[in-house]
Structures are given as structure tokens and as C-alpha cells.
């Protein structure tokens, strides 16, 4: 074991190092061009063994990803934002074939305007899309969930691939102190890959992922990776309760932070998440009731967890980093949905848009929203959604509409 | 509301028959809806398509469960279960199929008691995948029956379905149309509009809890060689080849090399067999035997017969 | 490899391998061909599938093949192929499977795939010198949907998104020429209608390692308008008439496979078939007829 600083692409680099990958078919995007840069300078100083290769898209970069899943070996590829959309319908296509692998996405903004800082609109545009998803709060995170994803993505109950998420630059191109673990341990826990049926084999003539006629096979096959997913909360508990065995790191599908006594809770998922937690602290030197949650899983949706530390709550803040036109904070909706109905729910669910393309969220603006929340809970109702934006970012704007020659009609 | 299906082989003209006789409701100021069922199948494959008709704004999707009419321009589909020719008649439902055999026989044979009408609608082909105007016959005759429809509007619909074939075919439809439409002036009216589902008494879906099944199970992948062979594609066939072993000469087996789907195997001896459960009736081993021992005759000339597809 | 065991059709194989009761239309060409080439290629293959008719080949629980089948999407059939061919390699190498468990990778788009969506992957996977054999077949429209014109559609066909009197007024793309830009090890086009000379190319390109590609012509009784029985007499009248050239492209050569001794006419192949029919009637159009027969004649002028 030995701890070194890395940055977030380097302990995703080192998370597939350390898993044995055979294969990594790629395609470089930025933020996340390190990660298969260091892959492929190990393949060629034979410090690995897996055999890398570029694909000309995303959308073949996850085929074959998938091809190699499916004919029986141990798959890892990564991308990001546009790319994770290019190959949109490979993702979609390649989870129904129940052959697992697992990606890293780092997340992007998307275009347009195009943008090269983060946000979230990336991965949860794959949220429907069969693949599990595990959300890195800091570069160890984003290297033991690698670890984490191949137990749960190969376990004979779920047979999904996974996506582990992480921030770009906030942690993509962010140093950290990592550790690294010993290849023997990581073996201990993260066997060679059994691929059991999985194969193609000249003994054994195999049809996969055939058509269907008709929505009665369609919705067993469809609703079948659903129950798995599903399935995969419970296999996740038992992953993690080994591996802070075997490496003395906890990881909860839902990270609860000051949370037991607490009136008042922050909800996130991301890098941004640590800000939250700082927040917490100096909310709680201020004498605030106040904690965080924040899922790691996201598929499966960790709903009886959330349940479980929300009910009795007196009012949730939920920040989205992301934005469906027209709805709100994605996060927001799944959050409201596990509460609806249950006796015990928050009276007050706020929603807050922030962090977009890479803005960031500011120590002053979490304690601005825990007053906010507060301030509700007081008045019996909860305010409209708000974006964290400052008259200071209005002025800014304007005055680059002015250098666009924007006419504006006044 | 008038619940009406068509049911034919791919090519027969049955997603015409639908439209001309929705537009013909239409026209008639009928709320309408019509539409063709499709599936892998193809040319031959039995296929349907339906029409629903109504004073009201129409609510009710999808295919026809309890049809109040059921036109088959094919015979030899009504005994295919595959073909879904008898999903759902009731005894008020008229069925009309495209035969020479009499309806009290077809009475018997289908062990109904509700009422059969019977049409020869294509006794002047051999191949019924050749005959042309079915689509009009059976709008024809579906206006006669439901008695309804103008015919003015019947004649407008074929104009507006069939314009851009030109005016000769147009012409020619209206007068096969019209033939129908004639021959059942002895039944006019006979089809009764169906009421709707009653929410007070109603078979229960048997839903189930779907039970997790490991992917082993649950991933769509076929685990086998060849499983296609239980699909029985003779059955979209309408002529039938054979061979006269008199006349085979044992070639180089062109006959099995160009069939597409491989139904024609060499025996030990040789000859060339067909494997009628499978052969989809292309004919192109008829179009390139080089001494010309093929021949086709009608499917239902051929039940019953064994030779010319196996050597004895 | 010069000596073919296919001297004669007689030494074509009299057992076929593809399995009966698929979803094609009755005449396909397209699955003639297939099942010629699969007779060669043998039951060591995995095909990986665009979307396209041949997608209908394995509906759940049905399929006709004795090896092995990956549908993909209709963009990426050749990524598939990579990520199969390299996995099967790793699988070698690392000795976890036996020699005797590999099989051939085979790429199966229609010409919407091979001539349009999916050709940014087969360039990438000629590129990288994928060991693999690519086999379009082209029924010159997007026939699955309907028949579409597509990127492979010939001029003045008449297709369903080009009903005027004129046709498609598009040219065929020449995506033999396009494949062999890439230098790949073997392009060749066939046919279904010549089994012999399919079955010496697919024979040939069975024994080299690399990119193989194969196109085969595949006459359409649906998407074309003609009777089904008439699907191979249609394919010889696109040798006959020069229309579809049998040629193959080795060590950076191309060479004509069988060349027609006396061209028909192109009309020959064009009158046979619905989708030209506005050429003949009701008024026959010498104009364009007379293009398509120029365009047969300035190529077969340049070989």
C-alpha cells in the first residue's frame, strides 16, 4: 500500500490498473484524456497486460466495450460529457446484452454553449439507460469504486455495467492524497473475472442480444434488468461491508454526514458535496441543526436509505448541479418521489439550481440556503426553486452581450 | 362502434382494403380509426389490419379484440392459429371469407354456429398472391355489410386510396368493388355496430409478481444452433414447387444452392428434396432448373400429397 | 492461395448450414448470398449484425445460425467486431480458452450501414487492421424501412422517397473504391446469382488475416418490385448488362473476376424491375436510359 498524491484521472487510471482490465477500447476527451494517456503508457511498458485500443467515436469505443464484455473478458473504458451523448445509444443498447464493464465518466457541461467546466447534465442523461451509476466525492473514492464497480457489475444477481462518475478539473485534474493497495489485497477482494455464460465460443454457438417480437418478451427482458438493478442495493451493502474489511474504507450507498441529530439536511451528489460538508461544520460551530446526504449510488436509487435519513427531518435542501428545461433539478424530482406519501416525510423540500457549467457554489451560499430552508420551515411553505446567481455574475453578462453587440430591447 | 379486421397474406392488398374502407366511414362522417398490424413478416407471412368506426370521438387502441366483422381474403389462413383469424368472435361476429367452399361447411369445419358468408373473390388465378383487387373486394363487400356507407363515398375512397396508381387501376378497383359490394346485397346491413366493455363485469387480469431471474436466465441471448427451424415459414406460401424425379438429372443441385433459405437439401442418391415446412414457395428453383423438372401447383391442391418434394 | 477447390459448380457444398424458417421475404437475394457465403465460411463464425433486415434474423427464440450472432446498432457493427476479435485474441493469449474455440469475426450490415451509417467504423476498423470479414448486402435502399433511397441507391431508381418520374436523382456511391482507398487486405463484390465465383472470393478471404470485405449485389423482390422467382435470372442481368462488375482487389490490384464477352443493354436488367419501370412507360425515357447505359459503358471503357 503506499500514498501518493493523485488526481482524480489518476486514481481512475490506477483503479483499472489495479482490477486487471484485458481490454480498454478508448476515445480521448477532455477532462478525461489522463486517464486512458496513463493506461496506454502502462500497456506499452508492459505494466499491464491489457491490450488498448482507440476506437474512431464513443459510440464504437462502447460497442466494442460491450462486444468484449459480452465474448467473456474484463472490460474498462472512460469518457465524458459529449462523448458519453455520442454514445448514448450504445449505452442503452449495450446494458440490455447483461454483460458488465464498467466506465468512468468524468462529467462535462454540455453543449450549447459548449463549455469544458462540469456539471451533471452528462451522466444523468444516461440515468434511464440500464447502467448502474456510482458518484466519486474525492479521488480515493473515484479508485476504490472502480474496485467496488466490478464486484458489483460481475455479481451473478446483477450482470449490469457501471458507470462511476466524477467531477471534471474539481477532481479530474485535482490532486489528492490517495492509497493506493496492494495488488494481492485488491485480488483477495476482486477475483480474476468468471465470466460463466457469458461468451462467444466455437463449441458453444450463441445468439446475443436478439431482436423480440411483441411487448410481452420486451417487458420481461426490460423489467428483468430492473429487478437486478434493483437487486444490486443489496449486493452493494455486502461489496462494501468486505471491502472496508479488507481496506478500512467505508463506502454507504448513501454517505450521511452529521445527519442523526440534525433538523436541517443538504442533499448533493459530486465533488461539490465536500463544500456542503464544510458548510456543515461552520453551520454547526454557528449552533445549526444541520447535516448532509449524499447518494452514491444513483442506480439503483437508494430509496429506502434516503428514506431512512430524511423522515423526521424539518426541511432538505436539494442542490442540483444539473437542469431539465422546463422541470428543475433532477435530483429534486427523485428526491421528492422517494417522499411522497411516507408519514414521517420533510414538511419543506427546497430546490436549488447551482454549480452549472463549473460555477462554483460559494461557503456564503450554503449558509445562505440553510437560512433559507430555515426561514421556510418557520413560515410553513417552501419557496420556488432558485439558481445561485449573484447580481455581481447579472452585471458580467450584460457586459458581454454588450461586447456581442446584443441589442437588447429595452 | 363497428369493429372491423381484415385478414390476409403480405401482398394481398390488406392495409388497402382498411383504407379504403376507413376513409369510405370517413367520408360517410364517421369518426375512424385504421391501421395495419406489422411484424417480422414478410410477403406470404399472414398479416391483418382493422378498422374501427363511430358516431363518437374514438377512445379504444390498438388491435381488435371482439371485431363485429372479419373479412379473411385467404382461405388457408383460417385454420393457421398463428394467423389470430379466430382470436375473439363471438356469435354475433359475421366472418366472410374468400372461398368457394360453402359457408355451412366452413360451419362445420370451424365448429361455429355464428354466421359465415362466403365470397370467391380469386377464382381467376391459380396463385392467390397473384390475384390483384383484393384490397377493393373486401372494402366492397365490408360497405355492403355494414350498410352505412354510400356509394358514392365507397367510390370517392377508392379514388382518394388508389390515385396515385393511376386512373385505369382506380377505374378497374371501383368495378371489382362494386362487384362485392353487389354480391352481398343479400346480407346489407347484417354487421351490428359492438358495444363497449362493461366495468361491472370483467375477466381479471391474472397479473403476477415478474420474479427475479438472474441474468443467466433473464439476458436475450439464445443458447443453441439452428432454433429458426422451428418456425414453420412454409406456411406463407401459396404455390407449391415440385419435382419430377423423372426428369431431374441430378444437375449440380442449382435448384439448392440458390434456394435463399436453404429448404432444398441432396439425398444420398443425389436428388434435390424440398423441405416443404420451411419453403416459402419463391419459386426460384422453378425459374433456374436446367431441365425444367420443377412445376407449381396451388397450396391446396397439393394437402395431402406427399411426392415431388422427396424422392421415393 | 491460387488453387480453389471450386473448379465447377459441382464442388459448391450440397449441404447448407443457415438454418430455415428466418423472417427474409420469400427470393431474398440477400439471404442467398449469405447462406452461400456461410457454407463457406462455416459454423467457427460469430456474426455481428447493423441493424438492418438481416436484424430479423434472430427474433427470440429463433435463430438460424450454428455459430454464434452479436446485434449491435446500425453505426458500429465493425466496433462489435473489434471488441469480439480482441477479446477472442486476449482470450488466446492468456491461454484462457483452447485454439480450437476461436472463430471468425463477421461483419453483416445492409448498404444503409455499409454505405453510410457505419462507414466512419469500417474505415476506423480498416485502419487498425481488424482481422475481420466485412459482408454487405446491398439491396440498394433502405429496404427493411420500406425502401428508402440510400447512399447506395442507383440513379433513376424509383424508391419510396423517390416517386417522381425521374427517380432518384442521386448516383450510386462506388464504395468498393472507398474500402480499397483504405488498402485493406481483400475487397471483393459478389453476387448471389454467381455462386462460383462468391465461393472462390469468401474461399479466398477465408484464408488471409485482416480486413476482408465483401460486397454482394442482392437483388430485392420487395424494395425492387419484381417476382420473387425472378431474383437470380435479375442478378445474372447485373452481370450480363455490366451493372455490378465482378471484381476483387488484392495486393493492391484490382482485377475483374468475369467479364461479360458481349454487354446486353442495361435496359435488359432495368425493364425487369417495378423501380424502373417509369423509364419504359408510360412513355419510355431514352434520356436517362441512355445515361445509365453511358455510365455502364465509360466504366467497363477505363478497365
Same mark, same amino acid.
Given at each position: 500500500m503506499k500514498r501518493t498524491l493523485l488526481t482524480g484521472n489518476g486514481a481512475a487510471a490506477w483503479g483499472a490498473r489495479l482490477a486487471g482490465v484485458d481490454y480498454i477500447p478508448a476515445f480521448p476527451i477532455t477532462p478525461q484524456t489522463e486517464i486512458i494517456e496513463a493506461i496506454a503508457n502502462w500497456a506499452d511498458s508492459g505494466e499491464i497486460s491489457g491490450r488498448m485500443v482507440t476506437l474512431e467515436s464513443e459510440h464504437s469505443m462502447i460497442t466494442a466495450a460491450g462486444a468484449a464484455a459480452a465474448t467473456g473478458v474484463r472490460v474498462f473504458t472512460a469518457t465524458s460529457s459529449q462523448g458519453l451523448l455520442y454514445g448514448m445509444e450504445m449505452l442503452y443498447t449495450v446494458a440490455g446484452w447483461r454483460a458488465p464493464f464498467v466506465l468512468v465518466n468524468v462529467s462535462r457541461g454540455l453543449s450549447a454553449?459548449?463549455? *469544458?467546466e462540469p456539471d451533471h447534465n452528462d451522466i444523468l442523461a444516461a440515468r434511464d439507460s440500464g447502467f448502474l451509476q456510482i458518484h466519486c466525492a474525492t479521488c480515493q473514492e473515484v479508485l476504490d469504486s472502480i474496485l467496488l464497480a466490478y464486484r458489483l457489475g460481475e455479481d451473478e444477481r446483477v450482470r449490469l455495467p457501471v458507470i462511476v462518475n466524477m467531477d471534471g478539473f474539481y477532481l479530474s485534474f485535482t490532486r489528492e492524497p490517495v492509497e493506493i493497495p496492494n495488488q494481492d489485497v485488491v485480488n483477495r477482494f476482486l477475483?480474476?473475472?468468471?465470466?460463466?455464460?457469458i461468451s462467444f465460443r466455437a463449441s458453444q454457438p450463441t445468439s446475443q442480444a436478439v431482436a423480440v417480437l411483441g411487448g410481452g418478451p420486451y417487458s420481461y427482458f426490460r423489467y428483468e434488468m430492473h429487478l437486478a438493478a434493483q437487486k444490486s442495493i443489496e449486493v452493494f451493502d455486502k461489496i462494501t461491508r468486505q471491502f472496508s474489511e479488507e481496506f478500512g474504507r467505508s463506502y454507504d450507498a448513501v454517505e450521511a454526514y452529521?445527519?442523526?441529530? /440534525?433538523e436541517f439536511i443538504f442533499v448533493m451528489i459530486g465533488s461539490f458535496a465536500t463544500k456542503a460538508k464544510e458548510a456543515v461544520d461552520r453551520l454547526r460551530d454557528a449552533g445549526r441543526a444541520i447535516g448532509l446526504i449524499r447518494p452514491? *449510488? *444513483?442506480?439503483?436509487?437508494?430509496e429506502a436509505q434516503i428514506r431512512r435519513l430524511l423522515n423526521g427531518k424539518k426541511g432538505v435542501a436539494v442542490i442540483d448541479q444539473n437542469l431539465s428545461m422546463g422541470k428543475g433539478g433532477i435530483l429534486y424530482t427523485e428526491i421528492a418521489s422517494a417522499l411522497y406519501?411516507?408519514?414521517? /416525510?420533510?414538511?419543506i423540500l427546497v430546490s436549488f439550481i447551482g454549480g *452549472?457549467?463549473?460555477?462554483d457554489i460559494s461557503q456564503e451560499e450554503f449558509f445562505e440556503m440553510a437560512n433559507n430552508i430555515r426561514r421556510a420551515v418557520e413560515e410553513g411553505s417552501a419557496p420556488p426553486p432558485r439558481l445561485l446567481y449573484t447580481e455581481g455574475e447579472m452585471k458580467e453578462v450584460r457586459k458581454l452581450q454588450a461586447m456581442a453587440n446584443v441589442e437588447r430591447q429595452m | 362502434m363497428y369493429r372491423i379486421r381484415f385478414h390476409g397474406r403480405g401482398g394481398q392488398g390488406m392495409k388497402t382494403a382498411s383504407r379504403i374502407l376507413g376513409t369510405a366511414f370517413f367520408l360517410e362522417g364517421f369518426e375512424v380509426q385504421d391501421a395495419p398490424r406489422y411484424g417480422a413478416e414478410r410477403r406470404g407471412a399472414p398479416i391483418f389490419a382493422y378498422v374501427r368506426a363511430d358516431r363518437e370521438a374514438i377512445n379504444e387502441r390498438g388491435?381488435?379484440?371482439?371485431?363485429d366483422l372479419v373479412i379473411v381474403?385467404?382461405?388457408?389462413?383460417?385454420?393457421?392459429?398463428?394467423?389470430?383469424?379466430?382470436?375473439?368472435?363471438?356469435?354475433d361476429t359475421v366472418i366472410l371469407i374468400n372461398?368457394?367452399?360453402?359457408p355451412d361447411l366452413w360451419q362445420n369445419r370451424l365448429n361455429i354456429t355464428g354466421p359465415i358468408l362466403t365470397l370467391p #373473390?380469386?377464382?381467376?388465378?391459380?396463385d392467390r398472391l397473384e390475384a390483384r383487387f383484393i384490397g377493393a373486394l373486401c372494402a366492397g363487400a365490408a360497405v355492403r355489410l355494414v350498410d352505412v356507407i354510400s356509394l358514392k363515398s365507397l367510390k370517392a375512397a377508392i379514388g382518394r386510396e388508389l390515385e396515385p396508381l393511376g386512373p385505369e387501376i382506380v377505374k378497374k378497383n371501383m368495378e371489382k368493388a362494386l362487384i362485392a359490394y353487389n354480391s352481398m346485397d343479400g346480407h346489407a346491413g347484417c354487421v351490428k355496430e359492438g358495444g363497449g366493455m362493461k366495468a361491472e363485469e370483467y375477466e381479471r387480469p391474472t397479473w403476477i409478481d415478474l420474479p427475479f431471474d438472474e441474468a443467466a436466465l433473464s439476458a436475450p441471448v439464445i443458447h443453441g444452433a439452428?432454433?429458426?427451424?422451428?418456425?414453420?415459414?412454409?406456411?406463407?406460401?401459396?404455390m407449391r414447387p415440385l419435382i419430377d424425379y423423372d426428369q431431374c438429372?441430378?444437375?449440380?443441385w442449382l435448384c439448392s444452392t440458390f434456394c435463399p433459405d436453404g429448404a432444398i437439401r441432396i439425398n444420398d442418391e443425389g436428388y434435390p428434396e424440398i423441405d416443404y415446412e420451411h419453403?416459402?414457395?419463391? #419459386?426460384i428453383c422453378l425459374a433456374n432448373c436446367p431441365p425444367h423438372a420443377i412445376s407449381a401447383i396451388p397450396e391446396e391442391q397439393a394437402k395431402g400429397r406427399s411426392e415431388g418434394g422427396k424422392k421415393s | 492461395m491460387d488453387e480453389t477447390r471450386f473448379k465447377r459448380i459441382k464442388d459448391l457444398p450440397s449441404t447448407h448450414i443457415l438454418g430455415t424458417g428466418t423472417a427474409m421475404c420469400a427470393g431474398c437475394g440477400g439471404l442467398e448470398a449469405v447462406h452461400e457465403v456461410y457454407d463457406i465460411l462455416g459454423e467457427k463464425t460469430v456474426f455481428v449484425n447493423a441493424a438492418g433486415?438481416?436484424?430479423?434474423?434472430?427474433i427470440y427464440p429463433f435463430t438460424p445460425f450454428r455459430g454464434s450472432w452479436l446485434y449491435t446498432a446500425m453505426a458500429s457493427a465493425p466496433a462489435g467486431a473489434q471488441g469480439i476479435r480482441d477479446a477472442l485474441d486476449i482470450l488466446l493469449e492468456k491461454k484462457r480458452?483452447?485454439?480450437?474455440e476461436d472463430m471468425d469475426v463477421v461483419v453483416l450490415t445492409g448498404d444503409g450501414s455499409a454505405y453510410g451509417m457505419g462507414l466512419s467504423a469500417t474505415s476506423g476498423a480498416m485502419e487498425r487492421n481488424l482481422d475481420f470479414i466485412y459482408l454487405c448486402y446491398d439491396n440498394e435502399g433502405y429496404g427493411n424501412t420500406g425502401q428508402q433511397y440510400s447512399s447506395a441507391t442507383p440513379h433513376a431508381a424509383r424508391t419510396s422517397t423517390s416517386?417522381?418520374?425521374?427517380?432518384?436523382?442521386g448516383y450510386k456511391k462506388d464504395l468498393f473504391s472507398i474500402w480499397v482507398a483504405h488498402n485493406p487486405l481483400y475487397v471483393a463484390t459478389v453476387l448471389g446469382a454467381e455462386p462460383l465465383d462468391l465461393a472462390r472470393k469468401i474461399e479466398k478471404a477465408k484464408e488471409l488475416k485482416g480486413p476482408r470485405l465483401i460486397i454482394a449485389l442482392s437483388p430485392c423482390p420487395t424494395g425492387w418490385?419484381?417476382?420473387?422467382?425472378?431474383s437470380v435470372e435479375i442478378g445474372k442481368l447485373a452481370v450480363k448488362t455490366g451493372i455490378w462488375p465482378l471484381k476483387e482487389y488484392i495486393d493492391g490490384k484490382v482485377v475483374h473476376t468475369k467479364v461479360p464477352d458481349r454487354r446486353l443493354p442495361v435496359e435488359e436488367y432495368l425493364k425487369k424491375q417495378g423501380r424502373f419501370a417509369h423509364l419504359f412507360s408510360?412513355?419510355?425515357n431514352d434520356k436517362l436510359i441512355g445515361e445509365i447505359q453511358e455510365s455502364v459503358d465509360k466504366y467497363w471503357k477505363g478497365i
Open positions: 454553449p459548449i463549455t *469544458l477475483p480474476p473475472y468468471d465470466p460463466e455464460n452529521r445527519t442523526e441529530d /440534525a452514491r *449510488l *444513483l442506480r439503483p436509487f437508494p406519501g411516507q408519514p414521517d /416525510a420533510p414538511p *452549472l457549467g463549473g460555477r | 388491435i381488435i379484440g371482439r371485431p381474403a385467404d382461405e388457408s389462413l383460417v385454420p393457421i392459429a398463428a394467423a389470430g383469424v379466430m382470436t375473439g368472435i363471438t356469435g372461398s368457394t367452399v360453402p #373473390m380469386t377464382t381467376e388465378v391459380e439452428a432454433t429458426s427451424e422451428l418456425m414453420k415459414t412454409g406456411l406463407w406460401r401459396t438429372n441430378r444437375c449440380w419453403c416459402k414457395g419463391c #419459386m | 433486415c438481416m436484424t430479423l434474423l434472430s480458452i483452447p485454439r480450437d416517386k417522381g418520374p425521374k427517380g432518384f436523382p418490385d419484381f417476382d420473387p422467382s425472378e408510360p412513355k419510355r
